[in-house]
C-alpha cells in the first residue's frame, strides 16, 4: 500500500497518543505558559526553527518565524498547515520511511520524554519544489512537576551531500548532556543492491574503470554505466567517493545500544 501524508501524520499521532496515555508525562496546556517557555527556548536555539507539537498541544499551534527560511515556506503559509500538510512536503521517496520511523519510536519501552531526544533527517520540498535536507528534533521539557512543553526543532543538514536515506537518531540526556545511543535506519527495499550491481559496486570502489569492470565481469560497458547511473539514482550518491563511504557504514544498518 503507498504510503500518503495522511497516514504519515496518523502515525505521528499516534506516536504521542502512546506518550499521554499517562497522565505522567502530560502537556502543558496554559497558553501564557507555553508562550513564556517557547520565547525561553528560542534563545537556546536561535538557529533552529521551533514548533509546538501539534498533537501534544493541539489548543495553540506554534511554528517559529525561523521556519520560514528554514523550510523554505513563508510563515503565514505554515502557519495554515496542519501535520499532512507538513508530510505532504517531505519526498514522496523518504515518505514511507518517516513513517517507519514514527512507528519504531511508538513501539519503543515507556520512557521518560525528558531524558530522551529524536532526530530524523529526511528530505523536504521548498517553495521553488526542490529538495533539501532538514534534521527534525523531537524533544521535550518539563515545564512543572507533571507537565511537559513537547517540541519540534527543524535545522538544515549542514552536510547533505552524505545523505542516503532517511535514518533516525536517539539520543540520550544526562546531567543536561545529550549523546547519541544509537541509530534506527527504515526498512528500503528499493535500495538494496541487486547482485549485479554489488559486483560492480566492489570493483568501482577499489578504483577500477568502467571498462575494467566490463572486462572482468564479462558485459559491455553500456550495461556497466546503465547499472552504475541506476544504482548512483538508487542510493543518492554521485561518484565512487560517495558510493565507498555508503557501502562502508552510510548505507548499512546500525543497530541501537
Not at 500500500?1 to 496515555?21: G, I, L, W
Not at 525561523?66 to 505532504?88: Q, R, T, V, Y
Not at 507537565?147 to 538544515?156: D, E, K, P
Not at 538508487?234 to 565512487?240: D, Y
Request: proline share 4%; net charge positive.
Amino acid at each position: 500500500m503507498r504510503t500518503t501524508r495522511q497516514s504519515t501524520a496518523n502515525a505521528f499521532t499516534e506516536m504521542f497518543d502512546r506518550t499521554h496515555a499517562s497522565n505522567e508525562y502530560a502537556a502543558e496546556q496554559d497558553e501564557e505558559i507555553l508562550m513564556n517557555n517557547l520565547r525561553f527556548v528560542e534563545s537556546l536555539f536561535p538557529q533552529s526553527g521551533v514548533g509546538l507539537c501539534p498533537v501534544s498541544h493541539a489548543k495553540t499551534h506554534y511554528l517559529g518565524k525561523n521556519c520560514e527560511h528554514i523550510l523554505g515556506h513563508s510563515h503565514a503559509e505554515l502557519m495554515k498547515m496542519d501535520p499532512a500538510d507538513l508530510f505532504g512536503l517531505v519526498h514522496p521517496d523518504d515518505l514511507p520511511q518517516v513513517q517507519q520511523c514514527f512507528d519504531y519510536i511508538k513501539n519503543l519501552k515507556p520512557y521518560d520524554p525528558e531524558k530522551y531526544r529524536f532526530v530524523l533527517e529526511y528530505r523536504i520540498r521548498n517553495k521553488s519544489n526542490e529538495y533539501f535536507v532538514i534534521r527534525n528534533e523531537n524533544l521535550a521539557l518539563k515545564v512543572t512537576e507533571k507537565t511537559y512543553l513537547y517540541l519540534m526543532l527543524y535545522s538544515r543538514a549542514t552536510e547533505s551531500g552524505s545523505y542516503h536515506r532517511v535514518k533516525l537518531d536517539l539520543l540520550h540526556g544526562k546531567n543536561g548532556l545529550f549523546t547519541k545511543v544509537g541509530t534506527y535506519h527504515p526498512k528500503q527495499d528499493d535500495q538494496e543492491m541487486t547482485p549485479r550491481q554489488a559486483d560492480i559496486a566492489k570493483l568501482a570502489i577499489k578504483g577500477y574503470t568502467n571498462q575494467e569492470i566490463a572486462d572482468q565481469l564479462g558485459i559491455s560497458l553500456f550495461t556497466i554505466k546503465n547499472h552504475k547511473k541506476t544504482l548512483f539514482r538508487k542510493i543518492n550518491v554521485k561518484n565512487n567517493v560517495q558510493l565507498a563511504n555508503y557501502l562502508m557504514g552510510g548505507g548499512e544498518s546500525a543497530k541501537t545500544a
